[in-house]
T-cell receptor, first 113, second 114 residues
Framework: AQSVTQLDSQVPVFEEAPVELRCNYSSSVSVYLFWYVQYPNQGLQLLLKYLSGSTLVESINGFEAEFNKSQTSFHLRKPSVHISDTAEYFCAVGASGTYKYIFGTGTRLKVLA | DAGVIQSPRHEVTEMGQEVTLRCKPISGHNSLFWYRQTMMRGLELLIYFNNNVPIDDSGMPEDRFSAKMPNASFSTLKIQPSEPRDSAVYFC????????????FGSGTRLTVV
C-alpha cells in the first residue's frame, strides 16, 4: 500500500519569494508521483508528474519538483511566486500499473503582497 | 474539449431527500472516478469505473450511496436518503486507463444537506 504526507497545511509567503511545498511518500513498489493544484471553487488540475527518467520535472508556470528516491520525497518548488499562485496544492502517489491515487491532505499556499 | 462537466454546481437539499449528481467525462477517457472532499477527511475516492463497469466501490460510505455509468459519456452518483453529514464537494474525474495519464477533474458539485 502507498501513503503520502504533506507536512505543511498552510504556507504563507511574500510575492516574488521562493517557496517549497513538502511531500513525502511511502510505498513498497514503484510509484508515479503527481502534484495537483486547486484554485478556489474549482476542481483539481494536474500541475506536473514524475513517471520515470529525469528526476526533475517542470510545469509550464515555473513550478518544479524533484523525485528523491532515497528520501522518498517529491517536494514542489518555485523560485519566485506570484499572487496568482495562491491555491491549494495536493501531492498524490499511484502505484505503477494501477488506477488509484492516494492524495495528500493538501497544502494551502497563500501569496502575500 | 469542454473537460469533465458536472451538474449541478451547487445543491441544497433537506435531510431525507434524494440527491443525484451528474458527470460527463472527457470523450475517449475510459476511466471515471467519483471523489468526495471535506475539510475533515480530505479527498476520498468513492468509486471507480473502467469501461463503464464499476471496478472498486470500496469507498462508498454506505448503502445510501449508489453510482451508475450507463454509457461512456454519463455517470450519476445518487444519495438516498441524504443526511447532513453528506455535505461536501463531490468531484468527478476521468482518465485514460492507468494512473500515469493523470486525471482530469470536473469543477465539482457543492452539496449542502440541511
Amino acid at each position: 500500500a502507498q501513503s503520502v504526507t504533506q507536512l505543511d497545511s498552510q504556507v504563507p509567503v511574500f510575492e516574488e519569494a521562493p517557496v517549497e511545498l513538502r511531500c513525502n511518500y511511502s510505498s513498497s513498489v514503484s510509484v508515479y508521483l503527481f502534484w495537483y493544484v486547486q484554485y478556489p471553487n474549482q476542481g483539481l488540475q494536474l500541475l506536473l508528474k514524475y513517471l520515470s527518467g529525469s528526476t526533475l520535472v517542470e510545469s509550464i508556470n515555473g513550478f518544479e519538483a524533484e523525485f528523491n528516491k532515497s528520501q522518498t520525497s517529491f517536494h514542489l518548488r518555485k523560485p519566485s511566486v506570484h499572487i496568482s499562485d495562491t491555491a491549494e496544492y495536493f501531492c498524490a502517489v499511484g502505484a505503477s500499473g494501477t488506477y488509484k491515487y492516494i492524495f495528500g491532505t493538501g497544502t494551502r499556499l497563500k501569496v502575500l503582497a | 474539449d469542454a473537460g469533465v462537466i458536472q451538474s449541478p454546481r451547487h445543491e441544497v437539499t433537506e435531510m431525507g431527500q434524494e440527491v443525484t449528481l451528474r458527470c460527463k467525462p472527457i470523450s475517449g477517457h475510459n476511466s471515471l472516478f467519483w471523489y468526495r472532499q471535506t475539510m475533515m477527511r480530505g479527498l476520498e475516492l468513492l468509486i471507480y469505473f473502467n469501461n463503464n463497469v464499476p471496478i472498486d466501490d470500496s469507498g462508498m460510505p454506505e448503502d445510501r450511496f449508489s453510482a451508475k455509468m450507463p454509457n461512456a459519456s454519463f455517470s450519476t452518483l445518487k444519495i438516498q436518503p441524504s443526511e447532513p453529514r453528506d455535505s461536501a464537494v463531490y468531484f468527478c474525474a476521468s482518465s485514460r486507463q492507468g494512473v500515469d495519464y493523470g486525471y482530469t477533474f470536473g469543477s465539482g458539485t457543492r452539496l449542502t444537506v440541511v
